[in-house]
């Protein structure tokens, strides 16, 4: 978020976001943002795919797919006010920047800043590499699937 309130709906739970907050939705998740009390606010959204990381097979088993795969990361919302949220926060201002200036190769360069990010997450274990055996909700499925 970079000014104002936003509320993200993700998997039938709703969270309000607030300036600077930060949140990392998983893969195959049913989410949308809308305005909080319909007030302008201004946020940017980044798109990470899988891919990303596949350059090397092994990062990619080891520290993606676990992540990706497991049903009980649904999201992660990180409050500006925490330490690990402004940390968040650095990163995602790094990427926009590269993005903003478009320097030659700047696209590998936001790819060496979200393998930081990642392996802040993972160290910090706001990201868990385990295989989760969890049953999904059944209507949330079909939600998805449509």
Known sequence: MISGKMCYYINGKRILLSEKDSLM??????????SYKKQ???????????????SNKTLLQKYV????K??????????????KGK???????QIRCL???AANAYEMQVVAVMFQLWSSLL???????????????????IQKNM
């Open 87 to 93: 940390e968040i926060a650095e990163y995602l201002e």
């Open 25 to 34: 939705v998983n893969a195959r998740q049913m989410h949308y943002g809308y």
């Open 99 to 101: 993005k903003a200036g």
């Open 65 to 68: 797919t676990p992540v990706i």
């Open 40 to 54: 302008d606010c201004h946020f940017l959204c980044f798109l990470f795919h899988p891919s990303l990381f596949g």
């Open 70 to 83: 497991n049903v009980n990361c649904e999201y992660l919302h990180f409050h500006s006010k925490q330490t």
């Open 123 to 141: 160290q910090g274990r706001e990201l868990a590499i385990e295989d989760s055996k969890g049953e999904s909700n059944r209507d949330l499925e």
